[in-house]
């Protein structure tokens, strides 16, 4: 199965890193996430039972980046995948990159790019 679900560039604010001006406010996040999903049922029955509701999981990340302080961007990626798997039962595998733009001087973005099946730690 080769079935995906994307969301592209998710942007959200959240305080995360491990220097003191990135605890004194938000910074700009942005997320990609790829999930595996069988989305032949939903191909014929056109309801959204049937495939990945990614307008609830978008909802259920934006909520926990805004309400949540991190110091390592791998640890936040930790915390999205287990929200995916954990708020969709069809998700089978989640790929997620979490950029932070403007963290290193002469880089656009610097980040990380987590994939995990359901159920892997």
Known sequence: MKDKINIKNLVVYGVIGINSWERETKQKIE????????????????DINDTVNYRTISKNII???????????????????EICFKEDPN???????????????????????????????
Request: aromatic share 4%; glycine share 4%.
């Open 31 to 46: 997320i990609d996430l790829e999930i595996e999903s069988d989305l032949s049922k939903a191909m014929i029955s056109d």
């Open 63 to 81: 909520q926990h980046v805004e309400n949540s302080e991190y110091y390592l961007v791998e640890k936040l990626a930790k915390n999205l995948l």
């Open 91 to 121: 998700c089978n595998s989640v790929k997620i990159t979490i950029r932070k733009p403007g963290a290193v001087r002469f880089a656009e973005s610097v980040g990380v790019t987590i994939m995990r099946k359901k159920n892997e730690k």
